[in-house]
């Protein structure tokens, strides 16, 4: 029922609803109803603004993909390249970006919906692997890096045991020692 009250903020306000509810509940629980009930509206606001709830979760996954990839891009030469890393791979496995992972990876009609933008692996990790590769590629030509280090190979490997090093924490995140433990153990023979 129209209220006659426009809503500037609808869009922010949904994704920002559905990080909470990932959060407190899970990638189960995402589901348009919960999303909206928690952004205090009714369902025919997430319609309004999006085709449905999987354009709804593709538009929060790319939300946070451009986090990401902003965050990633701002590390070039601020600080030792292993704290660098640490912070780009805690900045990609957020609570929130994990639920995500698992969403896409659930569902078939995001999955869809995300190929626009992300035609191959999987959103999010494909992303921050091709930034923490451009990253790595900026810190080889300045020499912080070995040349022959291979910039795209480091990154996957990052991603991949990043991920691993995050989702199997039962619940938790690792402390900052098991991240720099990880970053050092991969990088340990690129370094200059």
Same mark, same amino acid.
């Given at each position: 029922?129209?209220?006659?009250?426009?809503?500037?903020?609808?869009?922010?306000?949904?994704?920002?609803?559905?990080?909470?509810?990932?959060?407190?509940?899970?990638? !189960?629980?995402?589901?348009?109803?919960?999303?909206?009930?928690?952004?205090?509206?009714?369902?025919?606001?997430?319609?309004?603004?999006?085709?449905?709830?999987?354009?709804?979760?593709?538009?929060?996954?790319?939300?946070?993909?451009?986090?990401?990839? !902003?965050?990633?891009?701002?590390?070039?030469?601020?600080?030792?390249?292993?704290? !660098?890393?640490?912070?780009?791979?805690?900045?990609?496995?957020?609570?929130? !970006?994990?639920?995500?992972?698992?969403?896409?990876?659930?569902?078939?009609?995001?999955?869809?919906?995300?190929?626009?933008?992300?035609?191959?692996?999987?959103?999010?990790?494909?992303?921050?692997?091709?930034?923490?590769?451009?990253?790595?590629?900026?810190?080889?030509?300045?020499?912080?890096?070995?040349?022959?280090?291979?910039?795209?190979?480091?990154?996957?490997?990052?991603?991949?045991?990043?991920?691993?090093?995050?989702?199997?924490?039962?619940?938790?995140?690792?402390?900052?020692?098991?991240?720099?433990?990880?970053?050092?153990?991969?990088?340990?023979?690129?370094?200059?």
């Amino acid at each position: 029922m129209p209220t006659g009250i426009a809503m500037h903020d609808a869009r922010e306000r949904l994704l920002a609803a559905a990080e909470r509810v990932l959060l407190r509940d899970g990638q !189960n629980a995402l589901t348009s109803r919960s999303v909206t009930e928690e952004a205090g509206v009714s369902k025919g606001v997430l319609h309004r603004h999006f085709a449905d709830f999987d354009d709804f979760l593709a538009e929060l996954v790319r939300t946070r993909i451009a986090s990401a990839q !902003n965050e990633i891009g701002s590390l070039q030469g601020s600080k030792p390249l292993v704290e !660098n890393l640490s912070a780009a791979l805690t900045c990609v496995f957020t609570p929130v !970006n994990l639920g995500l992972v698992k969403a896409v990876i659930a569902r078939d009609g995001l999955r869809s919906r995300l190929r626009e933008t992300t035609p191959q692996g999987l959103p999010i990790l494909n992303e921050a692997s091709a930034s923490l590769a451009a990253y790595l590629d900026a810190e080889r030509r300045v020499g912080r890096l070995k040349p022959d280090a291979d910039p795209r190979t480091l990154a996957m490997t990052l991603v991949g045991t990043g991920h691993l090093l995050f989702a199997g924490e039962l619940g938790g995140l690792p402390d900052e020692s098991a991240v720099r433990e990880v970053v050092e153990s991969v990088v340990v023979g690129a370094v200059s």
